[in-house]
């Protein structure tokens, strides 16, 4: 009987190491989770309406490219750009899609071409004031800011 009790005094001893666990810190659980984190990737790509019903990544990703391309080389293609700038026949835009669905459009111009730039950027916020709406990107279940550039054909 003695040795049981001592044996039962020995387990409930080591038995309360099982209820003192370690309560992780919560400033290394975040940065372990921020390491997880592909920065350089959306879980969603941004989209227009159209583009929403497409439930493979890749292929919304293609049409919301061919749609911002098509939405961008229609309202670039006026006149005005061809009088003013008659040597551009391409030019890259920088599209930059916050997450508030706010959309702003950059001309990104090499310097051996001599334009006017603010001439250029203001005939771009004019062209492409009524643009359609635009979801932002969406990661983790955040919409996020997303950058990319597009080349866009002005003549054809």
Do not use: H
Request: charged residues 30%; neutral net charge.
């Amino acid at each position: 009987m003695n040795k049981f009790l001592v044996l039962i005094v020995f387990v409930s001893l080591q038995s309360c190491q099982f209820f003192d666990k370690k309560v992780p810190d919560e400033k290394e659980l975040l940065q372990q989770e921020l390491k997880k984190i592909n920065w350089k990737e959306v879980d969603q790509w941004p989209s227009f309406v159209e583009c929403d019903s497409i439930s493979d990544k890749e292929n919304q990703r293609n049409c919301f490219y061919q749609m911002m391309t098509s939405q961008l080389q229609e309202k670039l293609r006026d006149d005005s750009i061809a009088k003013l700038f008659p040597q551009l026949d391409s030019i890259q835009v920088k599209v930059t899609v916050f997450s508030d669905s706010k959309v702003k459009f950059e001309p990104i111009i090499s310097d051996s071409i001599t334009l006017d730039r603010m001439q250029l950027d203001s005939i771009f916020q004019i062209s492409l004031a009524d643009f359609p709406k635009v979801n932002p990107a969406i990661k983790r279940g955040i919409p996020v800011k997303t950058e990319f550039q597009l080349p866009i054909v002005l003549n054809k």
